[in-house]
């Protein structure tokens, strides 16, 4: 099984989870690297993708698994001749061969921007620092089973605030698999409790992936 | 603009749709550049990117130098929603510039129901919809595409239209766009010097006259413009253009795998079929050019599966040839190869399971009308036996779902044909219990029936269409002869066919019509979420246009037709003979038994018909 760690930007940030699979796919194809298929009457070349994005969201750090069917091409060639034939804004990193099991994978560095059309009131930065410096923090989360109430605190495990310009940026360290935050739960919170400080743009951006001791994962 | 596009992109649906950046997408310098061409697709980007004759002319254009063709589609509701709120003007895909900045807008149109969406377009770009608004040479607004064979309801708003097969005309009419740019001619000058280019209809050099009772009396010239306009077409495929590094998108279209058009025009004359007689003649790509290109093409987008396509696939004469080469390649590369519009002969069945069409994508079939005597009205070659055969091959092998389309409204179509539909689908389900070999699944089979439109250029196109009224009683006859828990019966409302029908056979005095609609709202009438057929009733009632004229009435045979002066190569004598003979139920063999003297061939200079 061969990793492939890629980052997803621009304008590619608005292709979905799905698509970009079947983009992945037809890279393949066009840079001649044969995948493995599924077995069955309509065989699909088998390429995973850990942890799905959101569509908008961006990343640095997401991670595509997949088999060659039969070649074996070093890795530094890989990552090339993928990059030829990708669009902007999808960019493989690296490929290596000695990728982490998926199941150790804990923790994210994310970066989220809350713009504002104009520039953030005096004393943002330490409303917002409050509010995350609070016991419980509940915020709505939609799942299979409707609305439901949860504390993100617990899977937050460290957090900076600065608040600049038209801006409020956080640096943020969460849990990214059992339990899993979305780091735009983390607007959700202000949006909930200090709607006066509502985005009228948000940005989020997966920046590192860890393991569960907090060691780089790859 | 890309601020701006990234704060609305999060608030609509399928927003990848919007940005443009797929593989092979072409940019250019624009100081390289000296025709801007905005070519705008009136529907979605998924339909859109999913039409063969956009990307063909996509290509074409951009291998033109000092020419760059930028894609615009039209937004859904939401996203027009957000554009109208942050006064964002429409934009094309490639440079996000607006298109009002574009120096030629041109249209392909394939759908009359996409009438509304040009001039949507149009307004959301912010360039004035009537041609006789737009002054000087900059947003000169051109169309091609099907439609353009009767363009007459949308005469007041394009400049002018290209006729036919766009390969060769096209280049032309931007070479002298160029030249007139370059030397800065008027408006008027260009139109007249693109007026003698073959195959382009400039509609406001001509004058439309009715008689008092409000039929079409005259098509007055009103400058040095021929009398009659006939459409282009490429005589030999080999050596046309083909793009084979076609754009591959990054989001989910309609047809998502590379096409390959394997011969062009139709040897099979379907009375009902206005593509089957307007893409005549006949015209054919040899085996070894298909190959070639489908290899470049799938080589080059990765795709994963590829179509043979044109009218009618059984038809074309190498298609053993193709496929012995095609196969054995898709197997190697794993790609899908599917064959659509196969018909029910040896070589096509013996196709149709080496490929297991019916497997991936049912047991289909369109025998259009339910009685022997009808399919022969309308000279649709396809017998009740060969439906059976199939089934039965079908139903041996375990299959249990069929699908069975027809037409209500044909000509001369009596309740004992409505009612012939129910008894051929009898016999499909006694087939079926003759042949089944697991009973336990049960059988079902899905029966459609569309609102007969007569169209511009068949032998139909006097045919009155039936009231909607007759077509939902018809509907509900048929309905009633439906007993067994089998039959899954669909039938459309019949006011977007009805709409449909005034398009298509319809006068400049439409244009008032769509105007009055789309400034009502109308949008997007080929999606059920935004037709409003209440809106499109207000503007023929506030224009004083009646329906009935294009629809109930129809037109007689010494009465100048509004597409009369466009010519596509089918002459008005065999359509006429046509006509006759569908009333006595007489078919016309195809092309294959001898030639029919249509009169397309006339079209072709250097080779002659393939048929
Ligand atoms: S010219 Fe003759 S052979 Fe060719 S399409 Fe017409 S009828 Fe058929």
Redesign the interface.
């Known amino acids: 099984m061969l990793r492939a760690m890629f980052s997803k930007t621009g304008d590619a940030v608005w292709i979905s989870h799905l698509d970009l699979m079947r983009l992945f796919q037809r890279a393949f194809k066009r840079a001649g690297l044969p995948l493995t298929h599924s077995q069955g009457f309509n065989p699909r070349p088998s390429v995973s993708i850990a942890l799905p994005l959101s569509v908008g969201v961006e990343s640095h750090c997401e991670l595509l698994d997949f088999q060659l069917d039969g070649v074996e091409v070093p890795v530094e060639e890989l990552r090339e001749r993928l990059n030829e034939k990708l669009i902007p804004g999808i960019r493989v990193l690296s490929v290596y061969d000695d990728g982490m099991k998926l199941k150790e994978l804990g923790l994210l560095r994310c970066e989220v921007v809350m713009e504002y059309d104009r520039p953030v009131p005096e004393g943002a930065g330490e409303s917002v620092r409050a509010l995350f410096g609070r016991d419980q923090l509940l915020v709505e989360k939609k799942g299979k089973n409707g609305v439901t109430e949860q504390d993100i605190l617990p899977m937050i495990r460290s957090l900076s605030v600065e608040a600049s310009g038209d801006a409020i940026r956080f640096q943020a360290v969460v849990c990214c698999q059992d339990p899993s935050l979305n780091p735009m739960q983390l607007v959700a919170a202000v949006e909930r409790y200090l709607p006066e400080l509502s985005p009228v743009y948000k940005k989020v951006s997966r920046m590192e992936l860890f393991d569960k001791n907090g060691q780089p994962f790859r | 603009m890309t601020q701006l596009l990234?704060?609305i992109?999060?608030l609509v649906q399928k927003?990848?749709r919007?940005?443009?950046?797929?593989?092979n997408e072409i940019k250019k310098d624009l100081a390289d550049v000296r025709v801007r061409v905005a070519f705008c697709f009136p529907d979605t980007y998924e339909i859109g990117m999913s039409n063969v004759g956009m990307r063909i002319l996509y290509g074409v254009m951009n291998q033109m130098d000092g020419v760059w063709c930028e894609r615009v589609f039209a937004p859904w509701g939401d996203m027009e929603e957000q554009m109208r709120q942050h006064d964002l003007p429409l934009w094309a895909l490639e440079s996000r510039g607006p298109v009002k900045d574009f120096d030629m807008i041109a249209f392909t149109i394939g759908y009359e129901m996409s009438y509304s969406n040009i001039l949507n377009m149009l307004r959301l770009a912010g360039i004035p919809l009537r041609s006789s608004e737009r002054q000087g040479l900059h947003n000169m607004v051109f169309a091609g595409g099907v439609c353009a064979y009767n363009p007459e309801p949308l005469a007041d708003f394009i400049d002018f239209f290209c006729l036919g097969e766009g390969e060769e005309i096209t280049p032309e009419v931007l070479d002298l766009y160029d030249r007139a740019k370059a030397e800065g001619w008027t408006k008027e000058a260009f139109l007249l010097a693109v007026s003698k280019i073959d195959g382009v209809y400039v509609p406001s050099f001509y004058r439309h006259e009715y008689a008092e009772d409000g039929t079409l009396e005259a098509v007055v010239p009103l400058v040095d413009v021929p009398a009659v306009i006939t459409k282009r077409v490429v005589e030999d495929l080999d050596r046309a253009y083909w793009p084979t590094k076609m754009i591959?998108p990054?989001?989910?279209i309609v047809h998502d795998r590379a096409n390959l058009e394997v011969f062009r025009g139709c040897i099979r004359g379907c009375r009902f079929c206005q593509a089957g007689f307007s893409c005549r003649p006949v015209r054919r790509k040899s085996a070894d050019v298909l190959f070639r290109q489908a290899k470049e093409t799938l080589?080059?987008?990765?795709?994963?599966e590829i179509t043979l396509s044109s009218l009618s696939t059984s038809d074309y004469r190498e298609l053993k040839e193709l496929t012995d080469r095609l196969i054995p390649y898709c197997a190697q590369s794993?790609i899908?190869l599917s064959v659509p519009s196969l018909r029910a002969d040896n070589f096509s069945r013996e196709l149709m399971e080496k490929l297991q069409t019916v497997?991936?994508s049912g047991l289909t079939f369109a025998p259009e009308a339910g009685t022997q005597r009808l399919r022969d009205v309308i000279n649709k070659n396809l017998t009740e036996d060969e439906i059976l055969t199939t089934c039965a091959n079908a139903f041996s092998g375990g299959w249990n779902n069929v699908k069975l389309y027809f037409m209500l409204g044909l000509p001369t179509e009596t309740d004992e044909d409505v009612l012939g539909i129910a008894e051929l689908v009898y016999k499909v389900i006694k087939t079926w219990k003759e042949h089944a070999v697991n009973k336990k699944r049960g059988l079902r089979v899905h029966v459609a029936t569309a609102y007969f439109v007569p169209k511009p250029h068949t032998p139909f196109q006097w045919e009155k269409q039936i009231t909607p009224e007759e077509y939902l009683r018809r509907c509900k006859l048929l309905k009633d002869h439906f007993y067994s828990r089998s039959i899954e019966y669909d039938y459309h409302a019949p006011d977007l066919s009805r709409l449909e029908a005034v398009m298509a056979r319809g006068d400049r005095r439409l244009g008032e019509v769509i105007l009055a609609a789309v400034e009502n709202g109308a949008k997007l009438d080929g999606w059920d979420e935004y037709f409003r057929y209440d809106l499109w009733l207000d503007a023929f009632r506030s224009c004083g246009v009646d329906m009935d004229r294009y629809t109930t009435r129809g037109y007689s045979d010494d009465e100048i037709l509004p597409w009369d002066h466009i010519d596509v190569g089918v002459s008005r004598g065999f359509l006429l003979r046509e006509r006759d003979r569908a009333y006595e139920a007489q078919i016309t063999p195809d092309c294959r038994h001898g030639c029919a003297g249509c009169g397309a061939n006339k079209l072709l200079k250097e080779v002659s018909c393939d048929a």
């Open positions: 990234n704060r992109l999060p927003p990848a919007y940005t443009g950046g797929e593989y591959v990054s989001t989910e080589e080059d987008s990765g795709n994963n794993k899908n497997r991936k």
